[in-house]
């Protein structure tokens, strides 16, 4: 019996030290995104509940830093975000009808003299309060129709990374009878303008959208992390095509909307505030 007991209390500690939840300030109450921005800080967005300002928040906690309004853009449903070291790249790409012909995305240059320090427990920072975006139109090369057929729905995303030079946008599919399928898209921004291929398409677990459909991603070290409001999807790239090597259930249903990879070990997720629970902020261990 005490040697049962251990093994109770060890697995509670060994689930409670490989995940830490957050809950977020309200103003991530539609949080849609988050990625890595500069030194123990992330970039986030909220999607078209909110106007068009990237928050940057601490990684301990998911408070809120600074708020930025990004000229230049609206804010018609931004749904996820993602850098290259050099740009912060946006995606206004949420497209629920499938019926949108002004998808965009923006791109955001970052100076990487931003910090922010504590004295005395007040917050300093050399932060700006605006920054200017150049936009580029985004059109998917395989959609004909607007809307299209409802077994053709799958011309939303809510999902995007830089990539190996490129952009990558995920697909969700909201088809009728829906299918799984998640078309992979590469944008190629090195013209001044989004060159829009479609890579490959990914066959995802799940009996309706709800459940299988794609919700956000990231990349690092040749691998494709895709979230869903499930599970976690791990890929990894090998001649230009995405092969899963990994999946992992993230327990009961939660509006997860954006992923952030902090290392091949470690993993940030985001939901937001629905009828399944308050913003949060997950910290998995892999």
């Not at 012909?101 to 427990?121: A, C, E, H, K, Q």
């Not at 979230?227 to 993230?250: A, D």
């Not at 009961?252 to 954006?258: A, I, N």
């Amino acid at each position: 019996m005490k040697h049962y007991y251990f093994l109770i209390v060890l697995s509670f500690t060994l689930i409670s030290c490989a995940s830490r939840t957050y809950h977020l300030p309200n103003q991530l109450n539609e949080i849609s995104g988050i990625d890595d921005a500069f030194r123990s800080a992330y970039f986030s967005i909220n999607d078209s509940g909110d106007g068009p300002f990237v928050y940057i928040m601490n990684e301990d906690g998911g408070s809120i830093l600074h708020k930025m309004f990004v000229s230049g853009t609206d804010n018609i449903d931004w749904e996820d975000l993602s850098t290259d070291g050099e740009f912060l790249y946006i995606g206004d790409i949420g497209n629920n009808r499938n019926q949108r012909r002004d998808l965009m995305v923006y791109r955001v240059p970052i100076n990487y003299s931003w910090t922010f320090y504590y004295n005395g427990g007040k917050l300093n920072h050399n932060l700006p309060d605006t920054v200017q975006a150049e936009f580029f139109v985004f059109n998917y090369p395989d959609q004909i129709m607007f809307p299209p057929e409802d077994s053709q729905m799958n011309f939303d995303s809510e999902a995007l990374t830089y990539a190996d030079g490129k952009l990558l946008i995920l697909s969700k599919d909201r088809s009728k009878p829906y299918k799984g399928i998640c078309k992979i898209y590469e944008a190629d921004l090195s013209n001044n303008m989004l060159e829009v291929k479609l890579l490959q398409e990914i066959h995802l677990k799940g009996v309706s959208w709800l459940t299988g459909s794609v919700t956000g991603c990231d990349y690092l070290n040749n691998k494709l992390y895709v979230l869903t409001y499930k599970r976690l999807y791990i890929f990894e790239r090998s001649n230009g095509q995405f092969e899963l090597i990994r999946k992992k259930n993230l327990g009961s249903l939660q509006q997860w909307e954006g992923i952030c990879v902090d290392s091949e070990k470690q993993i940030r997720i985001v939901a937001e505030k629905s009828r399944l629970g308050k913003q949060k902020m997950k910290i998995i261990k892999l």
